[in-house]
């Protein structure tokens, strides 16, 4: 399974959807001009990766399942 491609890119996918939540949280956290100005567009971009996540997720189980 580790050396599946597919499998491969989830992983760094939800890695990269983590790394976005955890930046925005911090910047929340920390307050200030950048959070205003950034908050929402960093949110966006969560939620574009979580998109392309759960696509790979989907696609990973279809292709894994035998489809």
Avoid: K, S
Avoid at 20 to 27: N, S, V
């Amino acid at each position: 399974m580790f050396r599946d491609p597919l499998f491969i890119a989830v992983v760094v996918a939800v890695f990269t959807v983590a790394g976005i939540l955890l930046f925005g949280i911090a910047t929340f956290a920390r307050g200030g001009e950048f959070n205003r100005r950034h908050a929402n567009r960093i949110m966006r971009y969560r939620i574009y990766g979580q998109l392309v996540a759960i696509a790979l997720i989907l696609a990973f189980v279809y292709f894994r399942r035998g489809g």
